[in-house]
């Protein structure tokens, strides 16, 4: 956790440093006092100058589009405004938060996406500039087990997260040491690939394909997790127990059906650290700092085409035209009606639907006889699961993760400090509802409060070789295209990076970075693409 912080402080100071280094003609050369845009037409012209932008989402990826867009804006004095529309009452979509008891004397706990990593360079820098504080979960307490819903096959001390137990699983017997050690030398590889997109010269991408090409990956999405695993020589007996309690927790998904890539981002856990009040608090500032327009509980039934140039957003209430519109929400549970020759580009997406039971109680562990242990003896407090014992023939789990949160706290307030409450905090994910009884006789009748939410959480994610397209026309651009390459919040803060500039570059002869760097070795160690140029 430290690591990381400091980490984090000291590439921050270097990118600064960096950019009062460059000389100013070079910002001069680059700065457009007039953006180009191609002739409006007729009906637009006196409602749309200056010209504007809809985005339709406030989650990860559109309120990351309309940061990305105002970072043009403050560098190129690009002359737009943009609108954002979101349907529910909050920003921040698949991550929100909820407050024990529904009382905000408690601090709030994440619902949906909870955990950023090292690499994730974007949340990263955001979490530094808008100086929010972190939680880590390399360091939380109690055991981690891998339950296979007849028996826990194996138990790690002090563990909090998979990334923890994976660097202590070269030292088990149970797998060899080849195993662990080669994983980890595959997710490495990948990663220093990935890392690469927020380099100077990162790759553009006019398509999903064309990223996948650029970074040559197509051997982890034309396989299965089993498959690739299997054909580097990763032990199956790893692969089902190990790798997938990590895409069962992340993705909802076995390894022998989620594709090789998003398996291995599923445990490229490396540092993982949330916000403290709620992930969500980023992609609210996201907002607030690009100067958008946010309508709430404003739903978009339709976008429809007002000319070659232009394009009219429709809500209930009214109608809007617009330069340029960004999808970024899942097309299909968006409910927005496109031209028929557009809707047809978007392949049908199945979304995994999620049941997420977060709860409290006085129990310090899950009932020992549940997982068959002894009574009175300890049970691990983060419970990940494998379908190996289901596959063959045996019981499958009843969920696909449950695990323990620390105690439930009292929010700061103007006369007490944080406290812990004498009630532990637990989230379990499932494939189904999880029952009263059920809780009652897990957390042995402790359960103090109890909220279930259910989600369209994350696209399944065969192996493929094809995506959604990311332009669907002349100024219409799709973000969510990217989630079934990989389904996370940072990625859809990359997602929306590449369609700003397609965007921009399209549309107003702008983007959000026009530098062009000669040599890459000039660019400072925590220079992140997007944020510094
Ligand atoms: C339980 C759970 C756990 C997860 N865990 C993690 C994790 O630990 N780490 C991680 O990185 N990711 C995690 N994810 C995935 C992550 O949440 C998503 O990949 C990411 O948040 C998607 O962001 P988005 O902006 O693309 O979509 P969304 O967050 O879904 O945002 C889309 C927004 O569009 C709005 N919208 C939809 N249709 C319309 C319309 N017609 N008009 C107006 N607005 C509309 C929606 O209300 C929503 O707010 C998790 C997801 C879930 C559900
Ligand atoms: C686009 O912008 C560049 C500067 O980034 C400028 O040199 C060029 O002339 C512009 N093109 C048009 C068509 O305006
Ligand atoms: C939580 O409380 C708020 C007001 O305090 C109320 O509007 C809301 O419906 C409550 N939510 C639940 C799930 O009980
Ligand atoms: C950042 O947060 C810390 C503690 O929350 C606070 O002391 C500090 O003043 C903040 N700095 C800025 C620049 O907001
Ligand atoms: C499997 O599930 C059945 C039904 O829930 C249960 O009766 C049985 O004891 C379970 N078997 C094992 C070995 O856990
Ligand atoms: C691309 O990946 C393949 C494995 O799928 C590998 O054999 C090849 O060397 C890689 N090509 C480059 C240019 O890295
Ligand atoms: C502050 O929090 C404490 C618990 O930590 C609580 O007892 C107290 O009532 C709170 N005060 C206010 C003003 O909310």
Same mark, same amino acid.
């Given at each position: ?5 400091? #980490? ?16 100013? /003609? ?103 500039? @808008?100086? @929010? #504080? ?44 080849? #195993? ?32 996948? /090409? ?5 051997? @982890? ?112 549970? #968006? ?146 295209? @990217? ?51």
């Amino acid at each position: 956790m430290l690591k990381i912080i400091l #980490s984090a402080l000291i590439a921050g100071s270097l990118s600064r440093a960096f950019q009062f280094q460059l000389p100013l /003609d070079i910002l001069d050369r680059f700065r457009l006092t007039k953006p180009e845009h191609p002739p409006p037409p007729p009906v637009v012209i006196s409602s749309s100058r200056p010209p504007r932008i809809a985005i339709i989402g406030a989650g990860a990826g559109g309120s990351s589009a309309a940061f990305w867009i105002s970072k043009a804006k403050e560098r190129y004095n690009l002359d737009v405004t943009v609108d954002v529309y979101e349907r529910s009452d909050y920003i921040g979509g698949r991550s929100t938060t909820a407050h024990p008891y529904n009382d905000t004397a408690y601090e709030p706990v994440e619902l949906g996406a909870s955990i950023f990593v090292g690499v994730n360079k974007n949340l990263q820098r955001a979490v530094k500039e @808008f100086n @929010f #504080s972190l939680y880590g979960f390399d360091d939380e307490d109690g055991d981690l087990g891998i339950w296979d819903g007849e028996q826990v096959l194996y138990t790690a001390k002090g563990s909090g997260t998979l990334a923890s137990l994976l660097s202590k699983l070269k030292f088990l017997w149970r797998y060899g040491y080849r #195993s662990p050690t080669k994983t980890q030398e595959l997710i490495r590889a990948m990663l220093d690939k990935y890392v690469t997109l927020y380099d100077p010269d990162t790759p553009k991408w006019a398509s999903i394909e064309a990223l996948n /090409d650029a970074l040559n990956w197509t051997e @982890f999405i034309t396989q299965t997790g089993a498959e690739y695993f299997q054909s580097r020589g990763i032990s199956e007996q790893y692969a089902t127990e190990i790798i997938e309690a990590g895409t069962r927790v992340n993705y909802a998904q076995n390894i022998d059906r989620i594709h090789a890539l998003e398996a291995m981002c599923s445990l490229a856990a490396d540092g993982g650290v949330s916000v403290r009040g709620g992930n969500w608090q980023i992609f609210e500032q996201f907002v607030k700092r690009s100067g958008a327009q946010v309508f709430l509980n404003t739903e978009v039934i339709g976008i429809k085409r007002l000319s070659d140039h232009a394009w009219t957003v429709v809500t209930e209430k009214e109608r809007r035209n617009y330069e340029a519109v960004v999808i970024a929400a899942p097309y299909h549970t #968006s409910h927005i009606t496109l031209p028929a020759d557009l809707s047809t580009l978007i392949p049908p997406q199945p979304y995994v639907h999620l049941h997420v039971t977060l709860l409290t109680t006085a129990a310090a562990t899950p009932n020992p006889v549940y997982f068959g242990y002894k009574p009175g003896s300890r049970p691990p407090t983060t419970v990940l699961t494998t379908f190996n014992g289901a596959r063959e023939g045996g019981n499958a789990s009843e969920f696909l993760s449950l695990t323990y949160h620390g105690k439930t706290k009292f929010a700061k307030n103007e006369t007490h400090e944080r406290q812990e409450t004498d009630e532990w905090v637990v989230k379990i994910f499932s494939m189904e509802r999880i029952s009263d009884e059920w809780l009652s006789s897990v957390f042995q009748n402790q359960v103090g409060w109890v909220l279930r939410k259910e989600w369209n959480s994350y696209p399944v994610l065969p192996p493929t070789t094809s995506f959604p397209p990311i332009k669907l026309d002349s100024g219409l651009f799709y973000v969510n295209a @990217f989630e079934p390459f990989i389904s996370a919040m940072e990625t859809e803060t990359l997602a929306s990076r590449n369609v700003v500039d397609l965007l921009l570059r399209e549309k107003f002869n702008s983007s959000i970075c026009l530098m062009e760097w000669e040599n890459k070795a000039d660019v400072s160690e925590g220079f992140v693409y997007g944020w510094d140029c």
